[in-house]
């Protein structure tokens, strides 16, 4: 758990979701779930906390009524912490339907996962020993970000320690960052993740939706193509208006507009390959759902309900849908007291005492 009580303000949140606290993870569903964990563990240094499944209905209609997917869907699930900040939830399906291959990052539903690390080359030669494919070229013109492919196609990028401009959360600069690195995360000099990506079909509506409802604090005004030639974009894909979003005291999240050249005018099912949603950590999850239930175009998935059994029984959940088709969670979970706990050292990464509009 972060140590982050001294950075803590008992400010209520000021707008947007309440009593939400911060990002709890960003999730995303693979083809092999043992091939994501062993790469996010074996090569980009993160901690398996525990896994779960198969999560299924064979009777019923609870996975399309509370997971959106196929009621004959079926899923595993896993959760790796990843650095010291964020956890990411992967997921495999089988599903009637299912699609197999991923959104590219043109297309609505496109995503990448953004990492700091303490030096670019340093990083890449990590990586370059894994199987992970380098995108673009490999010297100057390159810029300050580097992309990569995962063995299973997803987008990652790698970005150099932040700067003393930069306005939204940035691992390099906070004081919490982890004090005793694995030895995978000291190859790779893992900092933390940086922001994660979605690419939507209204730009514009999709940005207003983070702000107005969810609390989310620009960061970078919507920018056209053109201003930036940092390596922004992964090599050969088009150039589109992007914004940059603070979301919470140590995440941030980026939004770009779908390319004129998109091959898919819709997002992903959490049950394709590819599929992913956004969860967030709230105090109340019955009091968040409350607002969110009066917002337009937010349709929840039933009731929040607690989890009864397994690893994280105690959990209080729901996922909602959303106007700018991002699949979204709220939370909470009572850390500390979570039945994976007595198995393994692991811990998910919390926000501890930190809220949503605070800064560390």
Same mark, same amino acid.
């Given at each position: 758990?972060?140590?982050?009580?001294?950075?803590?303000?008992?400010?209520?949140?000021?707008?947007?979701? /309440?009593?939400?606290?911060?990002?709890?993870?960003?999730?995303?569903?693979?083809?092999?779930?043992?091939?994501?964990?062993?790469?996010? $563990?074996?090569?980009?240094?993160?901690?398996?906390?525990?896994?779960?499944?198969?999560?299924?209905?064979?009777?019923?209609?609870?996975?399309?009524?509370?997971?959106?997917?196929?009621?004959?869907?079926?899923?595993?699930?896993?959760?790796?912490?990843?650095?010291?900040?964020?956890?990411?939830?992967?997921?495999?399906?089988?599903?009637?339907?299912?699609?197999?291959?991923?959104? &590219?990052?043109?297309?609505?539903?496109?995503?990448?996962?953004?990492?700091?690390?303490?030096?670019?080359?340093?990083?890449?030669?990590?990586?370059?020993?894994?199987?992970?494919?380098?995108?673009? /070229?490999?010297?100057?013109?390159? &810029?300050?970000?580097?992309?990569?492919?995962?063995?299973?196609?997803?987008?990652?990028?790698? =970005?150099?320690?932040?700067? =003393?401009?930069?306005?939204?959360?940035?691992?390099?600069?906070?004081?919490?960052?982890?004090?005793?690195?694995?030895?995978?995360?000291?190859?790779?000099?893992?900092?933390?993740?940086?922001?994660?990506?979605?690419?939507?079909?209204?730009?514009?509506?999709?940005?207003?939706?983070?702000?107005?409802?969810? *609390?989310?604090?620009?960061?970078?005004?919507?920018?056209?193509?053109?201003?930036?030639?940092?390596?922004?974009?992964?090599? *050969?894909?088009?150039?589109?208006?992007? $914004?940059?979003?603070?979301?919470?005291?140590?995440?941030?999240?980026?939004?770009?507009?779908?390319?004129?050249?998109?091959?898919?005018? =819709?997002?992903?099912?959490?049950?394709?390959?590819?599929?992913?949603?956004?969860?967030?950590?709230?105090?109340?999850?019955?009091?968040?759902?409350?607002?969110?239930?009066?917002?337009?175009?937010? $349709?929840?998935?039933?009731?929040?309900?607690?989890?009864?059994?397994?690893?994280?029984? *105690?959990?209080?959940?729901?996922?909602?849908?959303?106007?700018?088709?991002?699949?979204?969670?709220?939370?909470?979970?009572?850390?500390?007291?979570?039945?994976?706990?007595?198995?393994?050292?692991?811990? =998910?990464?919390?926000?501890?005492?930190?809220?949503?509009?605070?800064?560390?």
């Amino acid at each position: 758990m972060l140590n982050v009580s001294t950075a803590a303000s008992s400010t209520p949140v000021l707008a947007g979701l /309440p009593t939400a606290r911060a990002v709890d993870h960003y999730a995303f569903t693979v083809p092999d779930l043992d091939e994501a964990i062993a790469f996010f $563990t074996g090569v980009l240094g993160g901690e398996l906390c525990y896994r779960e499944g198969p999560v299924e209905d064979p009777g019923g209609d609870w996975m399309t009524r509370k997971l959106g997917v196929h009621a004959r869907a079926r899923a595993q699930v896993a959760l790796v912490r990843l650095g010291p900040y964020s956890n990411l939830e992967l997921f495999e399906y089988t599903a009637p339907g299912q699609i197999t291959s991923p959104p &590219g990052p043109n297309d609505v539903g496109g995503h990448h996962l953004a990492l700091m690390v303490a030096d670019l080359d340093t990083a890449e030669e990590h990586l370059r020993r894994s199987a992970t494919v380098r995108l673009g /070229p490999s010297d100057a013109r390159a &810029g300050t970000r580097r992309w990569f492919l995962t063995p299973w196609g997803m987008l990652l990028s790698l =970005r150099g320690p932040g700067r =003393r401009d930069d306005r939204g959360f940035v691992p390099a600069e906070t004081p919490y960052a982890n004090a005793n690195p694995n030895a995978v995360e000291r190859s790779l000099g893992l900092l933390g993740v940086e922001h994660v990506s979605y690419t939507v079909a209204d730009l514009a509506a999709a940005t207003a939706f983070f702000t107005d409802v969810l *609390g989310a604090e620009p960061v970078e005004s919507p920018q056209h193509p053109a201003d930036r030639s940092d390596g922004h974009w992964p090599p *050969g894909t088009e150039h589109s208006r992007r $914004t940059l979003l603070r979301t919470g005291p140590t995440a941030n999240c980026e939004l770009i507009q779908s390319g004129t050249g998109a091959l898919r005018s =819709r997002p992903p099912r959490n049950s394709d390959v590819g599929g992913h949603h956004l969860a967030f950590y709230v105090d109340d999850v019955d009091a968040a759902a409350a607002h969110l239930r009066e917002q337009e175009g937010v $349709t929840l998935m039933g009731e929040p309900e607690t989890i009864t059994q397994g690893p994280i029984a *105690g959990d209080r959940w729901l996922y909602f849908s959303t106007p700018i088709g991002i699949q979204m969670e709220i939370i909470n979970m009572p850390d500390g007291s979570l039945p994976y706990e007595a198995l393994t050292s692991a811990r =998910r990464a919390t926000p501890g005492d930190l809220r949503w509009h605070d800064r560390p």
